[in-house]
């Protein structure tokens, strides 16, 4: 791992731990905020109803995805999980939209941005493969690697069905010299 992943991610992370930590333990100032898109969630997608629960799970999941990433265990997942709690969290907690004051806007504008800032980290170190090929690389390898293999089958199998007719005809041409000489 280089320098640079050693520091960018428990810097990247930190912030997502404290959230999460605070979220968890402190859930109900957010509460309010989540109601109504908690009340949008169908119960089909089987997350909790309850504002409270949400926001605490989102919290959790946002420590210990955060915790993941900074210690480098899973990066790729728990930049994932980290875009997939930002989301809500930004939505319900920063609705500069919502805002009638200017002051309060332009704060709520600010820290949305900062979110959105976080949320483009996040995004970055879920495409980072350490310098390694990625799964569609590798998926397209493997294609190209099959398609020779199917080709080099093929090749081999007309040759042994040439080999096979060539020995099928000296082995037909010496029978008929042999009953040739025979009846000679």
Known sequence: ?????????????????????????????????????????????????????????????????????????????????????????????????????????????ALFLRDAGLLGGTLLALVDTEGRPGLAWRGRRAVRSAEKAGKRAAREARRTTHATRRSAREARRSVTASVHHALD
């Not at 992943?5 to 309010?32: M, N, W, Y």
């Not at 930049?79 to 989301?87: G, H, R």
């Open 1 to 109: 791992m280089t320098i640079v992943r050693r520091l960018a991610r428990p810097l990247l992370a930190v912030s997502f731990i404290s959230a999460g930590v605070d979220a968890a333990l402190h859930p109900r100032p957010r509460a309010e905020a989540m109601r109504p898109l908690v009340r949008r969630i169908p119960a089909a997608a089987h997350l909790p109803q309850d504002p409270e629960v949400f926001v605490r799970a989102n919290g959790v999941v946002m420590a210990g995805a955060g915790a993941l990433l900074a210690l480098g265990r899973l990066p790729r997942l728990s930049a994932l999980a980290l875009a997939a709690t930002l989301v809500p969290a930004t939505y319900a907690d920063h609705a500069f939209w919502q805002e009638k004051d200017a002051t309060a806007r332009r704060d709520q504008r």
